[in-house]
Every structure is written in C-alpha cells, then in structure tokens.
C-alpha cells in the first residue's frame, strides 16, 4: 500500500502570497490531519478532516484554512504568508471512525520558507 | 488537559550504549501512548504503541511499557546503532479517538560510532 503522499516537498514563497499544500492519505483512509513543526514549537496541530468535514481545529488564526474533497485527498491553504509560517508542514492519515487507538501515518511533509 | 513531558535533549550516546528517554503524560482516563521517529528529512514514523495499562510496546529492538501508576512510558533500547540517531516522539491519544494526538516536544538523539 502506497503511504501519504505530499506536494510539494519544498516551498519558497514571499510574505503576502498565499500557498497551497497538497496531501493524499493512504488508501482507504477517511481522515486527513495536518501539524506545523518548527524548531521553537514542536509540532502542533492545525486542523483534522473526515468524510470531507472539518472534525477538529487547532489553535491558528484564520489565514490557515483547509479542505477535504470526496477521495479523502486534502489541501491546506495559508494566506497573507508571514515570516513565522516557514515551517515544516506535515500531513497524517488514519482510517478514521470510531476507534480507540487513534494511530496515525505521516507523509514526508512539505518545508515552507517564507522570505 | 492532556499533555506529554519529554525529557530534553539532545541525547549523546556511543554506539553499543543503553537508550531511555523518559516520557510522563497527564490525560483523562487511559489513553493510547505513542512512540513516533522522526529521521533527517522525513515525516514521523510510527515506532510502537501500547493501548492500555501494563502494555509492552516494541519494535526494532525498542520498548516502552504503558505504566498506568506512574502515568510513564518510557522508551529503551539495549545497544543503540548509529542508524537510530533521530528524533523521538512521545504521544497520547485521549480515550475514545477522534480527538488529535498530542505529541511531546521531542528528543533528538545522536549516536557516535
């Protein structure tokens, strides 16, 4: 089974513009979730997505959004790029539901750097 | 809340050595515990897990036994390998699912042949 995929794998964007990441789960997996790494923060999380809704939502303004199409495929969107959004984004699958152990597979991430 | 206190590192070891990395948490009721991996340049990995008290989680020569009185889960290795140099991720998951994981900060681990 192919694992989560991300694109791109490294970006270069300019404060103000806006990007899109892209993640594709695990086949068969319904839920997306998506964490920001930096070296001053570990890993916090941004938003969790099943069955195309948003289920959970971390603490991160607005600029930060995302969604989930009917394949289970998901894109975040960061808008008005500041110089605190470069970060590692990483994006992880689970099969979603009920379950008691919530184990989650990660992609590669994609590294943002905003200049 | 929930929350996941690692120790710091960075960790220095000689190949050969005993790993541990210590990892206490505060939830409610029993969650699941995580060790995840973290290699330069890649996403976390899925190291072990445990769901519930007195569980012994392993792979790859790792341990870490889901310690309910002491609410630990500490990860062991006997003989670390320079291979295994890398970040570790202690993590929970609440009771019942469907809530995000909440990860440690992490501790980075450098072995030196």
């Known amino acids: 089974k192919a694992g989560v995929t991300q694109t791109p794998r490294y970006l270069i964007k300019t404060r103000g513009q806006q990007v899109t990441l892209s993640c594709s789960p695990i086949?068969?997996?319904?839920?997306v979730s998506w964490y920001q790494q930096t070296p001053g923060q570990g890993l916090q999380f941004l938003f969790e997505y099943f069955s195309e809704t948003q289920r959970n939502k971390g603490n991160f303004p607005g600029r930060f959004s995302g969604r989930q199409f009917s394949n289970s495929r998901s894109e975040m969107n960061v808008s008005t790029l500041e110089l605190g959004d470069s970060a590692l984004y990483l994006c992880?699958?689970?099969?979603?539901?009920?379950?008691?152990?919530?184990?989650?597979?990660f992609g590669p991430g994609t590294r943002l750097t905003v200049t | 809340g929930n929350s996941v206190t690692q120790m710091e590192g960075p960790v220095t070891l000689s190949e050969e050595a005993f790993l541990t990395i210590n990892c206490t948490y505060t939830a409610t009721g029993y969650p699941s515990l995580f060790w995840y991996v973290q290699y330069p340049g890649e996403g976390l990995q899925l190291l072990l897990k445990a769901t519930k008290a007195d569980d012994k989680g392993s792979n790859k020569g790792f341990e870490a036994t889901y310690r309910k009185e002491t609410t630990s889960f500490h990860l062991e290795k006997g003989s670390v390998q320079v291979s295994d140099s890398a970040v570790y991720f202690c993590a929970l998951s609440p009771l019942g699912g469907n809530t995000p994981l909440v990860f440690g900060k992490g501790t980075r681990l450098s072995v030196i042949a």
């Open positions: 992880a699958s689970t099969p979603g539901g009920t379950a008691l152990s919530y184990e989650q597979y």
């Open positions: 086949s068969g997996h319904r839920s």
